[in-house]
Nanobody, 117 residues
Framework: QVQVVESGGGLVQSGGSLRLSCVVSTSIVGFDIMGWYRQAPGKQREMVAT???????KSADSVTGRFTISKDNAKNTVYLQMNSLKPEDTAVYYC???????????WGQGTQVTVSS
């Protein structure tokens, strides 16, 4: 069973930075897409940033220029560097590992990010 574990969340002031980490129990090279998603209270889960096996990254318009996704295949870890945080970035952040052809989706338990104004 694949395990996905996020860490790095916390409370930060507006304008601050955090780096989230996502460690996977198996090689992340085996996944087509790794991604970060978030869910704020009363809202649907939304994509924040994704990165493909080949390293192609994309991010939501709301975080482009502030958040950066990256990965370290040797450590089976995906990162989300979050800069210039805003109160509207407050949410539970989830890591996802996806195999497209087999429709396998693995989620972590989430890590809370709270940005105070």
């Amino acid at each position: 069973q694949v395990q996905v574990v996020e860490s790095g969340g916390g409370l930060v002031q507006s304008g601050g930075s955090l780096r989230l980490s996502c460690v996977v129990s198996t090689s992340i090279v085996g996944f087509d897409i790794m991604g970060w998603y978030r869910q704020a209270p009363g809202k649907q889960r939304e994509m924040v940033a994704t990165i493909t096996r080949g390293g192609n990254a994309k991010s939501a318009d709301s975080v482009t220029g502030r958040f950066t996704i990256s990965k370290d295949n040797a450590k089976n870890t995906v990162y989300l560097q979050m800069n210039s945080l805003k109160p509207e970035d407050t949410a539970v952040y989830y890591c996802n590992a996806k195999r497209v052809w087999t429709h396998n989706d693995y989620w972590g338990q989430g890590t809370q990010v709270t940005v105070s104004s």
